[in-house]
C-alpha cells in the first residue's frame, strides 16, 4: 500500500532533525520538497541521495493529480518543507487531503515548528492559543486584524521582517498601544532573538532596528 509521509526539517540548527527523520529520508522511494535546492543542501549534509521533486505554491494545483499518480505507483513517498513542520502555512496541506481522498495512508514525523517555541518562549499564557499563521496581504486583512483583537487567547503570527513594522503599525487600529507583544526572529539559528514589549514600544524598536530572518510574531490576548 502506498504512503505518504510528512517529515519536518530543521528551521535553523541541523542538529534539531531526528534520527527516524533521517531514516525515512533514506529509505524514501521519492521526496516532494517545497524547494528542491533547499532540500538538496539538506540531503547532501547527511550524505542522503534522493530523487527529489518540487511541490510548492506554483505548481500545486497542476500537478496534483501527477503527484497522486506517482504516490500510487510507489511504497512510499515523502514530503518536505523548506523548513520545519509540511503543511503548516505552506501548500504541503492539499497533497495530505489528495492522498486521503485517494485512499493513501498519510503519517507526519513530530520534530521542528516555529511558533512552539517562540509561543513558550514569549512568557504569554500558552494553555490556550490561536494560530493564524500569515495575516492576509490585501483583502481581508483590516477585518482580521479587527476580530483577532478581541480574541483573549494568545495570538500567534508569522511575519516577513519587511511587513512586520507595517503590521504592527496596522496594529494600532484596533490593539490597546499597552498590548504586550513579542517578537521572536530567527528560531533554532546562531541569532535567535526575543524582543518583548508593548505594541508602541515594538514601532519605536523597528522603526530604529530593520528586522531581519524569519518571524514569529505573538500577541497576549486580551484582558477583561
Do not use: W
Not at 112 to 119: I, N
Not at 149 to 174: A, C, G, N, W
Amino acid at each position: 500500500m502506498s504512503k505518504l509521509i510528512l517529515v519536518p526539517t530543521p528551521i535553523g540548527n541541523l542538529e534539531d532533525i531526528t534520527l527516524r527523520a533521517l531514516r525515512i529520508l533514506k529509505e524514501a522511494d521519492i521526496i516532494f520538497s517545497e524547494d528542491t535546492r533547499v532540500t538538496k543542501k539538506l540531503l547532501d549534509h547527511f550524505e542522503i541521495s534522493k530523487k527529489c521533486l518540487p511541490f510548492h505554491a506554483h505548481n500545486e494545483h497542476r500537478f496534483l493529480e501527477k503527484s497522486i499518480e506517482i504516490i500510487n505507483n510507489l511504497s512510499t513517498a515523502v514530503l518536505v518543507s523548506d523548513a520545519g513542520t509540511p503543511g503548516i502555512s505552506d501548500p504541503g496541506f492539499l497533497l495530505v487531503r489528495a492522498c486521503i481522498q485517494n485512499n493513501i495512508e498519510v503519517e507526519c514525523l513530530t520534530g521542528p515548528t516555529a511558533f512552539v517555541p517562540a509561543l513558550v518562549g514569549s512568557g504569554f499564557p500558552c494553555d490556550k492559543f490561536v494560530f493564524e499563521g500569515f495575516l492576509p496581504h490585501k483583502k481581508g486583512r483590516q477585518t482580521r486584524l479587527k476580530l483577532l483583537s478581541q480574541e483573549d487567547r494568545t495570538i500567534v503570527l508569522y511575519e516577513s521582517p519587511h511587513r512586520l513594522l507595517k503590521t504592527l503599525e496596522q496594529m494600532v487600529d484596533f490593539f490597546e498601544l499597552e498590548r504586550e507583544v513579542c517578537v521572536v526572529r530567527e528560531i533554532s539559528k546562531m541569532f535567535e532573538t526575543f524582543h518583548r514589549g508593548t505594541l508602541v514600544q515594538q514601532i519605536e524598536h523597528f522603526k530604529m532596528n530593520q528586522p531581519k530572518g524569519e518571524i514569529v510574531l505573538l500577541i497576549k490576548g486580551k484582558e477583561d
